[in-house]
């Protein structure tokens, strides 16, 4: 057990709808890091926040959003979802600002159908 | 275009063989290098490198960068069949994290 945890852990919902994804990262940790993982695409970075700020930017859509909220948990929110966005999401927390993520949560499971 | 290959793809060894997996980069503003572990469920970190030449070591496992070269290598020695699991690479750059597919390993007893 990493420490991280994350909501729901499978999601099935259809086309157009939207859906949020949550993360509690580790105690103390400040930075939060969500990624996409899908059979054709590997593992994608989509964005980083540190307390509070957003840090890095990766291949996230326009349809996605994040933010990271005061008690440092994070939620995702993914909307007018398509068939492509079924994937593992995960979440993944550190102390620091960089050097990449430390422990990554379980995986949220999304499907769309 | 930034990018993160690894190789080999994939890999079958018995119990007690050594691996080396290869990561090599081409990306702008490097900052570090990861290695981690994914076997049914969520990625493990190993190790992070930002430094070159400078070996990092844990058990059975070691890895090293070269930023002249732009590749790192992780070692595993004396394999055993709890080492089988996709090994991934990732390299931070300034604002961005690059992944590269991944060398799934298999560890036949």
């Known amino acids: 057990d990493s420490g991280v945890t994350q909501t729901p852990k499978h999601l099935i919902t259809a086309t157009g709808q939207r859906v949020t994804l949550r993360c509690s990262p580790r105690?103390?940790?400040?930075?939060v890091y969500w990624y996409q993982q899908s059979l054709d695409q590997g593992l994608q970075f989509l964005i980083q926040?540190?307390?509070?700020?957003?840090?890095a930017k990766g291949n996230i859509l326009e349809r996605f959003s994040a933010q990271q909220f005061p008690d440092l948990h994070s939620e995702l929110n993914l909307s007018s979802l398509e068939l492509g966005d079924s994937a593992l999401y995960f979440c993944a927390s550190s102390v620091g600002g960089s050097g990449g993520a430390g422990f990554f949560g379980p995986g949220t499971r999304l499907t769309v159908l | 275009e930034d990018k993160v290959v690894q190789s080999p793809l994939s890999l079958v060894v018995h119990e007690g063989d050594t691996v080396t997996l290869n990561c090599s980069y081409e990306?702008?503003?490097?900052?570090?290098l990861l290695w981690y572990k994914q076997e049914k469920k969520a990625p493990t970190f190993l190790f992070m490198l930002t430094s070159s030449g400078i070996e990092k070591k844990s058990g059975r496992l070691s890895s090293i960068l070269d930023k002249k070269e732009l590749f790192s290598i992780l070692n595993i020695t004396a394999t055993q069949t709890g080492d089988s699991a996709i090994y991934l690479c990732a390299v931070e750059t300034g604002n961005q994290f690059y992944f590269g597919t991944g060398t799934s390993l298999t560890v036949i007893p």
């Open positions: 990306v702008t503003n490097f900052r570090s």
């Open positions: 105690s103390g940790d400040l930075s």
């Open positions: 926040y540190y307390n509070g700020e957003e840090r």
